[in-house]
């Protein structure tokens, strides 16, 4: 059965519509746009993309960055017009968009539903009180709740976007924000951990030694985490760790944090490696060498960066593994000793 791949066109309004300046936030600096962002230059991005798409694939369009539903609404309807026309020319199949929970209501919801949008993601980041007001993020908990349960009444499919490492979590935190975001039930999510941008007000925080970024094992745990909490409550996680970008790969934007232009990887990478500890755990010691069969796409994950999470499970083993690509499905993995075959995926990890 072939699978139809999904085909991004992003269309990036950094700080476009923002209420507030949340101390973690410098959307130039993250998406490296100083390119004012027009109903032209929706149409001329469109056009650049679609003549790039060579094979069939799910299009979307995506207006990230900034908080699309606070600009005023003739502006949204500017730069949504080019983005439906796509869609009534079936070009496209959809178009996505984020923004701020405080600014969803009945009139706002209305208007995207007109203009074709079918995907709203909401920059939750925390669903603790007080990590939201260090953020200075300017909206409560219950101003996710209500743009969910507007979002859920109009039948608008919704993500939310959280960031571990804000100022003032803890893991305590951590799991209310788990918890409180199962509940709402969102179609998926993505989690960025904090990183420190330069020109922000975490900036002057770290600089001044008031604020203590995680640390890259860190963020992977907690994310690892996140990703698997989702999971196992059936919310796929689409993104952990900010797309890599020419200006974040600057070594002048990210000033510190957890940012790695693989951090996605590094979390497989640790439920891999979590998998596979837990297998040994049962596997009765022995001389014989371990085979760990995987798919192919799977092999740097389950190595590691510098080969770190392989040579820490040579060590858990005391004998030697080998690493065997096979006919499994990405994801899973087989784990081998004589005859003895066992088949793991990460459903084993799941909480109880």
């Not at 791949?5 to 519509?17: D, E």
């Not at 992977?220 to 020419?246: N, S, Y």
């Not at 990478?269 to 995987?294: C, N, T, W």
């Not at 690493?323 to 000793?337: D, H, N, V």
Request: glycine share 6%.
């Amino acid at each position: 059965m072939n699978i139809i791949k999904h085909y991004i066109i992003p269309i990036f309004i950094p700080h476009y519509g923002c209420t507030h300046q949340c101390i973690f936030c410098n959307q130039q600096k993250i998406t490296g746009m100083t390119t004012t962002v027009d109903a032209d230059y929706v149409q001329h991005t469109i056009e650049v993309h679609l003549q790039r798409i060579t094979e069939q694939r799910h299009v979307e369009i995506a207006f990230y960055g900034g908080s699309f539903t606070a600009l005023p609404l003739e502006v949204q309807q500017q730069l949504l017009d080019p983005a439906y026309q796509a869609v009534q020319e079936g070009k496209v199949n959809g178009i996505r968009l984020s923004t701020r929970p405080d600014c969803i209501n009945e009139e706002i919801v209305e208007n995207l539903l007109n203009f074709g949008v079918t995907v709203v993601e909401l920059g939750v980041q925390s669903l603790d009180e007080t990590v939201l007001a260090e953020a200075q993020r300017g909206h409560s908990c219950d101003d996710v709740t209500k743009a969910v349960e507007i979002l859920k009444r109009r039948r608008v499919s919704f993500g939310i976007q959280i960031m571990p490492g804000l100022p003032g979590e803890d893991w305590y935190s951590l799991l209310l924000t788990a918890n409180k975001a199962v509940a709402l039930k969102p179609h998926f999510a993505r989690v960025y951990p904090t990183i420190v941008i330069d020109k922000t007000e975490l900036a002057a925080r770290y600089l001044s030694g008031q604020y203590q970024p995680l640390s890259l094992e860190e963020a992977v745990q907690k994310t690892a985490f996140l990703k698997l909490f989702f999971e196992q409550h059936h919310i796929p996680v689409i993104r952990t760790g900010l797309q890599a970008t020419e200006e974040l790969d600057n070594g002048v934007t990210v000033l510190a944090g957890p940012y790695h232009p693989a951090f996605g990887e590094l979390v497989d990478g640790y439920l891999f490696f979590q998998m596979l500890l837990k297998a040994l755990e049962v596997i009765k010691p022995a001389s014989d060498p371990l085979v760990i069969r995987h798919h192919r796409r799977d092999h740097s994950k389950i190595r590691g960066i510098s080969n770190c999470y392989f040579k820490r499970l040579q060590q858990a083993a005391q004998r030697p593994i080998k690493l065997m690509e096979g006919c499994l499905q990405e994801g899973e993995i087989s784990i081998e000793q004589g005859p003895t075959q066992q088949i793991l995926s990460r459903k084993m990890l799941f909480f109880t």
